[in-house]
């Protein structure tokens, strides 16, 4: 069956150009499975006919709910070729969270693993509407809640007499590729509308900045709920390179990290900085040969400083960059990280915007900030989300019109975060607006404190959040890991603090731990921290 391959360019044509390319060239390494490009667009074919044949139309949602595997691409690549689409659950989630998301978006087909079968059993009885589910390992059998039925597959029996070839359908750059949920101010996750123009703006551009090649090995270390993984799937497809998913085990091991990176020769690696601070700290750096990182990129979080200088003097032949950019924006600023002087402590920028991107901050005025006037942070471009499933409120309230360059107006979408802008005009994270908060009459920025804390020298991490109290506004409530073998004390944060912050920033609840919670995309997990101190 003939494939679309000009003019209307999607997501999957990075895979089927690969193919025509170098259909030899490994496309994905996992966990001792390799797949080429040619066999992947072969699977992925078979595995979109497959769908077709039980009834995936364009604009189904189809779920993924498996751990890391050249499976997994499978069924990226094979949803994305019957015009569906992907939405990726949490492998780890609980059961009443995956199913919430499988209810909310109205996914009635679901690919997963024998692995998955308990939490499954427990979906199921959550009156998840699935009507399918497609075991992408074995295990062609699962046990059912009592008055339910769902038809269970085996994907290894069952792609040996499904066809070759795949539909040829009429999907459009502007049609949905995937919805990745986020957690939702209202306590209950929201679906981010994704489609391929946005991811594509995107990735074409990170190709070519990065100078992604066919010879490039990446990580992904991201699991695919989290929009990180955007890069690393699509970017190194985009460019014929091969792409090496790190397991989950491996993710928690940073010895085993830096092994891995080691062993797979990587050349390019993507992840928060939270995983990087880890494999800085406790990965044994000096053992290992990662003389081949030539690119070393994060995002999610802030990246503290006194840890970002440490990091370029062991990678001293990697570049680093900077990324920021929303679920709901892809990647929308870079900036590449140059010498960082001793006597620096704030957070680097987070740079200028990409291509095809346009980012601008206006005051409370509405007016553009000047240099070092803080200010809301807006995004318009292809890249920017179509908008939040089944919640057009929310949708309205986040993409918003702007005026226009020209005259008119466009839709911008307002990001929530907070920023200044240096004198070569780069912007530079204060935090979001929602972690702006009023206590005795005084306007806070939360991220302003965790910067001040981190650069104590005994602090490993540190994480604040505030308490709401009828009588001051809000109480802050600082959580403190401390660095390996060292001692703090309450007195010795609040004399740091007192040296660099104003007295109604300083911290009146301090704790310390062993380790911040995390959520499943590795951030700091700060509702959990702000429940625990109510």
């Known amino acids: 069956m003939a494939k679309q391959m000009t003019g209307n360019y999607l997501l999957q044509h990075y895979l089927t150009s690969g193919a025509v390319r170098n259909p030899d060239a490994a496309a994905i390494v996992c966990r001792g499975a390799r797949l080429t490009y040619g066999q992947l667009e072969r699977s992925s074919d078979r595995m979109a006919r497959l769908l077709w044949e039980e009834g995936v139309r364009p604009g189904d949602r189809i779920g993924i709910f498996l751990p890391k595997s050249v499976e997994t691409l499978v069924a990226v690549f094979g949803i994305l070729k019957t015009g569906a689409v992907y939405v990726p659950l949490d492998p780890k989630s609980p059961a009443q969270r995956a199913a919430y998301i499988i209810r909310d978006c109205g996914i009635r087909v679901l690919l997963t693993a024998s692995r998955q079968k308990t939490v499954l059993a427990q979906i199921l009885c959550e ?179 006194k840890y970002l200088r440490t990091l370029a003097a062991a990678l001293p032949r990697a570049g680093l960059y900077n990324l920021y950019g929303p679920t709901e924006t892809n990647v929308c600023t870079v900036h590449p990280v140059g010498e960082i002087p001793e006597t620096q402590t704030t957070p680097i920028p987070i740079g200028k915007a990409c291509a095809n991107t346009d980012v601008f901050a206006v005051n409370e005025n509405d007016e553009p900030i000047r240099e070092g006037e803080a200010g809301d942070l807006f995004v318009r471009g292809s890249t920017v989300m179509k908008g939040y499933w089944g919640h057009p409120d929310l949708t309205a309230a986040a993409l918003v019109r702007r005026p226009a360059t020209g005259g008119g107006s466009e839709i911008a979408y307002r990001t929530g975060d907070r920023v200044t802008i240096n004198e070569k005009g780069e912007y530079l994270f204060l935090g979001r607006r929602d972690h702006m908060i009023k206590s005795r009459g005084f306007r806070i920025e939360l991220g302003e404190i965790e910067a001040v804390l981190v650069n104590h020298p005994r602090v490993h991490e540190a994480a604040v959040v505030a308490i709401p109290d009828e009588a001051v506004g809000n109480r802050i409530r600082a959580v403190i890991v401390p660095s390996p073998s060292a001692t703090l004390t309450r007195a010795e944060i609040e004399t740091h603090c007192a040296q660099k912050l104003p007295h109604y920033m300083i911290p009146e609840i301090i704790d310390f731990c062993d380790a911040l919670p995390r959520t499943s995309t590795g951030k700091t997990d700060k509702k959990v921290l702000a429940g625990e101190a109510v």
């Open 127 to 305: 009156d998840a509407p699935l009507r399918l589910c497609l075991f992408m390992d074995s295990a062609a059998s699962l046990e059912l809640p009592e008055g339910r039925s769902v038809r269970v597959l085996d994907w290894p029996e069952a792609q040996a007499s499904v066809k070759d070839g795949c539909p040829d359908l009429p999907t459009i750059n502007t049609d949905l590729a995937y919805i990745l949920y986020t957690s939702g101010s209202t306590g209950r996750p929201k679906g981010v509308m994704l489609s391929h123009l946005n991811a594509m703006t995107f990735v074409d551009w990170a190709a070519t900045y990065f100078q992604v090649r066919p010879e490039d090995r990446l990580s992904n270390h991201a699991p695919l709920h989290f929009d990180l993984s955007v890069f690393d799937l699509f970017a190194s497809l985009k460019a014929g390179a091969s792409v090496f998913p790190v397991p989950e085990a491996v993710t928690l091991f940073p010895v085993q990290a830096a092994q891995f990176i080691q062993d797979h020769r990587l050349t390019v690696w993507y992840s928060v900085p939270s995983a990087l601070i880890q494999l800085l700290q406790h990965g044994d750096l000096g053992r290992f040969d990662l003389a081949g990182l030539r690119a070393v990129l994060f995002a999610g979080e802030v990246f503290p400083v």
